[in-house]
């Protein structure tokens, strides 16, 4: 032990005793492999160990205030409600130990505002309560960190090259527990998958998508305050793991919701994320994204085995590993259109079906109602005024989504469209647009019962939708029943209604 451990082992104490911080409550202490916590009262001081692992260094004093520094400014903007300041613990007059005295520092602390257990989004999903809507929190949350994160200069591709020569070199010593088979399967995959997106993520990189990003995006690192989803503890210690694609980095989160089987909630976050953004050409490197984000888990599963080798940890790996392969196995997209009057449900049926299209996390959910608010840059809620409702405003709304659809086709993945479809040419178009691209496609027409329409709209909350009773009852006079696209009932409870359009698509 060197003598900053020795050191540490009097700060340790010093800090885990209540006395430190003048407050009459317990100290609990965490200790990981690089930190030591203390949390007491509604606050959390965090040092660092003096250690030296292989890929980083905190044997010094320096380095463990630069490593927090950095933590703090990493952080900080995006959790103020979190982090507050660096602080020294000093070695004052006789020998003493003080937080923030006047004597020289020996070592140096996070402070930090403690937050419940119960708020991290892991803890969250653990128990059930990680909805649709608060995942929808969750791409929102992702997406502004990501227009705030500092643009890098570096190669896409080179970055993600690193990393599957990596993985190749430590993966093919776990064929015992991953299968060598499968080991071998997954890396050929991902050589070729990286082979195909070179020139994209290259082109991706020049155009500023490469960024100092979170690092360690996952749903331990999330949680809610004050209703809103907040990221924290962003990777710190080495700037070339946190630089990387934003995709890659918000492909962590997506992995991780799709290994806890929650795709209808991954499906939702990248929705919320791709609305905020517009980022659609991201999506044909999310299926590597994805892939070696898990098979990293893998790695770092069989890794932690180490004189355990639990059967339990084992397959949790071999879980990893196997959704890092379905993240790579080939997907065509397709392109759903859901169609029909005011009130029959569409965005409701559109946001059950997305999740089950291919690739994984399922289709992009484009919604007109939407796309029109954001052609006046106005909030999904904000009720526009009937200029917003012209002809000529109606066009542009059928071409933003259609380029939209375009886009994310051509990045190989599924679009669902839901719009009202009433004119024949917007049909012609959606149709139109499979073909020249070799997509299949499928037609759904909603249609129900007049007065159950009219209900449902009046019962509306919290919609992006401004359609009224007036508007419902010009559609039914303009009328609209389109011969070549599936019609069904939109009458019952959601879940059955979504039910029979799912037996329709019979989706892959």
């Known amino acids: 032990m060197h003598t900053d451990e020795n050191q540490q082992v009097e700060v340790v104490a010093f800090l885990s005793d209540p006395s430190a911080y003048g407050i009459d409550a317990p100290v609990e202490v965490i200790t990981t492999h690089s930190a030591h916590v203390f949390l007491i009262g509604g606050l959390a001081f965090k040092i660092k160990r003096a250690v030296r692992y292989s890929y980083l260094d905190f044997s010094t004093l320096q380095a463990r205030k630069d490593v927090l520094v950095r933590e703090l400014a990493l952080n900080a903007p995006a959790a103020p409600e979190i982090y507050d300041r660096v602080v020294a613990v000093t070695r004052e007059?006789?020998?003493?130990?003080?937080?923030?005295?006047?004597?020289?520092?020996?070592?140096?602390?996070?402070?930090?505002?403690?937050?419940?257990?119960?708020?991290?989004?892991?803890?969250?999903?653990?128990?059930?309560?990680?909805?649709?809507?608060?995942?929808?929190?969750?791409?929102?949350?992702?997406?502004?960190?990501?227009?705030?994160?500092?643009?890098?200069?570096?190669?896409?591709?080179?970055?993600?090259?690193?990393?599957?020569?990596?993985?190749?070199?430590?993966?093919?010593?776990?064929?015992?527990?991953?299968?060598?088979?499968?080991?071998?399967?997954?890396?050929?995959?991902?050589?070729?998958?990286?082979?195909?997106?070179?020139?994209?993520?290259?082109?991706?990189?020049?155009?500023?998508?490469?960024?100092?990003?979170?690092?360690?995006?996952?749903?331990?690192?999330?949680?809610?305050?004050?209703?809103?989803?907040?990221?924290?503890?962003?990777?710190?210690?080495?700037?070339?793991?946190?630089?990387?694609?934003?995709?890659?980095?918000?492909?962590?989160?997506?992995?991780?919701?799709?290994?806890?089987?929650?795709?209808?909630?991954?499906?939702?976050?990248?929705n919320s994320y791709l609305q905020d953004t517009g980022d659609f050409e991201g999506l044909a490197a999310l299926p590597l994204f994805m892939a070696l984000r898990a098979a990293i888990r893998a790695m770092v599963t069989v890794q932690g085995m180490a004189g355990d080798g639990s059967e339990k940890a084992a397959r949790e790996a071999q879980q990893y590993l196997k959704l890092a392969a379905a993240c790579l196995a080939p997907a065509p997209p397709r392109l759903v259109a859901v169609g029909g009057l005011s009130g029959t449900g569409k965005t409701t049926v559109a946001a059950r079906v997305a999740p089950l299209l291919v690739p994984p996390p399922g289709a992009v959910h484009l919604r007109s109602d939407v796309e029109r608010k954001a052609l006046f840059g106005a909030n999904p809620l904000a009720h526009l005024p009937a200029e917003g409702y012209r002809p000529e405003v109606t066009a542009k709304v059928y071409a933003r989504l259609l380029d939209r659809a375009e886009a994310a086709l051509r990045s190989r993945h599924s679009v669902v469209v839901d719009a009202t479809f009433l004119a024949a040419e917007?049909?012609?178009?959606?149709?139109?647009?499979?073909?020249?691209?070799?997509?299949?496609?499928?037609?759904?027409?909603?249609?129900?019962?007049?007065?159950?329409?009219?209900?449902?709209?009046?019962?509306?909350?919290?919609?992006?939708?401004?359609?009224?009773?007036?508007?419902?009852?010009?559609?039914?006079?303009?009328g609209a029943d389109p011969a070549d696209w599936t019609r069904i009932s939109c009458g019952g409870a959601e879940d059955e209604v979504a039910k029979r359009v799912k037996a329709a698509l019979q989706p892959e």
């Open 93 to 270: 007059a006789g020998g003493r130990l003080a937080l923030e005295g006047k004597g020289p520092a020996v070592e140096y602390a996070l402070r930090m505002h403690r937050f419940a257990r119960e708020a991290e989004m892991s803890v969250i999903a653990d128990a059930g309560g990680l909805t649709v809507d608060l995942a929808r929190q969750l791409g929102t949350a992702v997406a502004a960190y990501h227009r705030d994160a500092e643009k890098r200069s570096a190669d896409g591709a080179a970055l993600i090259g690193e990393i599957i020569e990596e993985l190749r070199e430590a993966l093919g010593g776990m064929g015992e527990v991953l299968g060598c088979e499968r080991v071998a399967s997954f890396l050929d995959a991902a050589g070729k998958t990286i082979g195909e997106t070179a020139q994209l993520l290259r082109k991706r990189a020049a155009a500023g998508f490469v960024r100092r990003c979170h690092g360690d995006l996952h749903l331990r690192n999330l949680v809610l305050i004050n209703c809103k989803a907040v990221p924290f503890d962003a990777l710190e210690f080495d700037e070339r793991l946190g630089t990387c694609d934003v995709f890659y980095d918000f492909g962590f989160l997506l992995m991780d919701l799709l290994h806890r089987r929650a795709r209808d909630q991954a499906n939702a976050a990248l």
């Open 426 to 478: 917007d049909r012609d178009a959606v149709r139109a647009l499979a073909a020249r691209l070799q997509t299949p496609f499928d037609g759904i027409w909603l249609h129900g019962d007049p007065a159950e329409l009219e209900r449902r709209i009046a019962a509306r909350t919290n919609d992006a939708s401004d359609a009224d009773a007036d508007v419902l009852h010009a559609q039914l006079k303009r």
